[in-house]
């Protein structure tokens, strides 16, 4: 363990309390800033900052933790209604007051399939972007760093991923 790592250790032991209090400002919910402290503690790591380079260390941490639990709130607003089953569906009523058919959920399931076939189907870069800001909910350019690559090209990979999903639904619609 090198001594940067060893002082932003210290520093974020020494203010976790305070850290979890900024995060829960935003974040209630006990398991979620605590992930997020998680996620704050494996940036710290990863950016590798130099302490000498930051005025006031325990500031900076403050700001990252609050950053960090701003972007969970945008990603959790995004999707808010997360299905896991789509069978789900029938307990919502639809658009005109009635209740969703099992002919409707069937249609559902096969589409829904579709969609994963054409997204088994795409190159492995386009499948891994499209499913980090579709599934994981996470912004291009997150998804551009972590995967390596330019924001430009996330975003190319997910217009070419929409794309190839939208011809595969509109052959099973047609």
């Known amino acids: 363990m090198t001594v940067r790592d060893r002082f932003w250790d210290g520093i974020y032991q020494q203010y976790h309390g ?6 829960q400002k935003y974040l209630p919910a006990g398991e979620e800033s605590h992930d997020v402290l998680q ?13 000498c380079d930051v005025d006031n260390p325990p500031a ?9 639990a701003i972007d969970t709130l945008r990603r959790r607003n995004r999707n808010p209604l997360d299905f896991t089953d789509p069978a789900d569906l029938a307990d919502i ?10 002919e ?7 589409r829904i399939a579709i969609v994963g076939r054409a997204i088994d189907g795409l190159p492995p870069r386009c499948r891994d972007a499209f499913l980090l800001c579709k599934r994981d909910h ?14 430009n090209m996330v975003e190319k990979h997910l217009r070419h991923a929409l ?4 011809t595969m639904l509109a052959r099973y619609e047609n």
Do not use: F, W
């Open 138 to 151: 996470l912004s291009p350019a997150e998804a551009a760093e972590a995967l390596g690559i330019s924001r």
């Open 93 to 102: 009523p639809d658009a005109i007051g009635g209740s969703v058919t099992p």
């Open 60 to 68: 900076y941490l403050m700001r990252m933790a609050t950053n960090l």
């Open 163 to 166: 794309k190839h999903c939208r």
């Open 104 to 110: 409707q959920i069937s249609a559902d399931r096969q």
């Open 18 to 23: 305070r850290l979890l209090r900024q995060v």
């Open 39 to 51: 996620d704050l503690y494996i940036q710290l790591r990863k950016r590798a900052v130099d302490p």
